[in-house]
């Protein structure tokens, strides 16, 4: 009931956006033939919108409320508002799409044409896997597996962790900091977590809103924030507590610099993305109510040179010692 009235609001909102701005911005750049492409997209920028808001009006106030930091460094701050407007208005989204629509029109297209469909989860048990809500949850479920599992790669293979270092690296964290990762790491989590709600049958209205609960969730997660959702809430839920503990130096990841010849163990806690259970199940949880320093420790600890390593400041430096590491010169 509340759900249907959302939808319809949405959808509403959607249409008034589309047709006020951005159906004229479409024209007006000779890009008419993408008008279809251009009113799904809408639906994502309204998504992101949505977020910003929420996020300004709800999460700030509670940051200024029970701070863990004291802000020290707004420079680091700016960076990760940079990264968030670049994914959450759709910058990254439309790049992926220019980029990657010739792929998919390329493989997944002949699949399709074939007769392939792919698996329907929601079919599973029909009456009852095929309620709105409970294929919602169900998918919720699934993706949010296959997130932890992501996860669980960036930190055990040193390519992957080079890449996933940068989310680490912010020292300031707030609630920008979520969509702070290289872009090469976006791109393949992404690519991964497409393809399979594309597998097992997520209709494209029910991904955007687990996206959208997705990312406002790690916002949450990642904001600057004393909060802790109480003994039974921890394992229903991910909170600020349970994330930062992931970013703290130490207890939360191995944070050695990645050395083909001679590999560190990897190791940490908390790498589940929405829900707890992943973790408990594979012993990475750690519900200790603590709020430690966040950072690599390789950022604080001079190595035997005398040296600390240089995750960059501004986005395009981060972005290029990203490519460094992965390359392993740097
Ligand atoms: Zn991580
Ligand atoms: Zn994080």
Redesign the pocket.
């Known amino acids: 009931m509340l759900l249907d009235m959302f939808t319809d609001e949405f959808s509403a909102a959607q249409g008034w956006l589309f047709e006020h701005v951005v159906e004229p911005v479409v024209f007006n750049i000779g890009l008419g033939g993408y008008v279809e492409d251009a009113f799904d997209a809408t639906g994502w920028l309204l998504v992101g919108l949505i977020q910003i808001a929420v996020l300004v009006a709800v999460i700030g106030p509670l940051q200024r409320w029970r701070p863990v930091d004291p802000v020290t460094d707004r420079a680091a701050i700016r960076t990760d508002i940079l990264y968030t407007l670049v994914h959450r208005l759709g910058l990254f989204r439309l790049v992926m799409f220019f980029a990657l629509q010739p792929f998919f029109d390329g493989v997944v297209g002949p699949m399709r044409t074939a007769g392939w469909a792919g698996w329907q989860l929601d079919a599973a048990w029909p009456g009852v896997t095929d309620i709105p809500w409970v294929s919602f949850l169900m998918y919720l479920v699934v993706l949010d597996f296959v997130d932890y599992w992501v996860h669980r790669g960036q930190h055990g293979f040193h390519w992957w962790w080079s890449l996933h270092a940068l989310?680490?690296s912010q020292r300031q964290?707030t609630m920008w900091?979520?969509n702070r990762n290289h872009l090469l790491d976006d791109v393949l989590r992404d690519a991964i977590i497409v393809l399979v709600a594309q597998l097992i049958g997520v209709a494209p209205g029910q991904f955007i809103a687990l996206v959208a609960i997705t990312q406002l969730s790690?916002s949450l997660?990642?904001a600057n924030l004393r909060l802790s959702f109480g003994t039974l809430g921890e394992r229903l839920w991910i909170s600020p507590r349970f994330?930062r503990l992931?970013?703290s130096i130490g207890i939360g990841h191995e944070s050695q610099a990645p050395q083909p010849s001679k590999p560190a163990p990897l190791g940490g806690h908390n790498f589940g993305v929405l829900l707890p259970w992943w973790d408990m199940l594979f012993r990475t949880a750690n519900f200790e109510n603590r709020y430690d320093p966040t950072g690599i420790r390789d950022q604080v600890e001079p190595d035997a040179k005398g040296r600390v390593r240089d995750y960059g400041r501004g986005f395009w430096s981060q972005q290029w010692l990203g490519l460094m590491r992965l390359a392993g010169r740097a």
Request: glycine share 0%; no cysteine; charged share 20%.
């Open positions: 989310h680490h964290m900091s979520d790690e997660q990642h994330h992931h970013h």
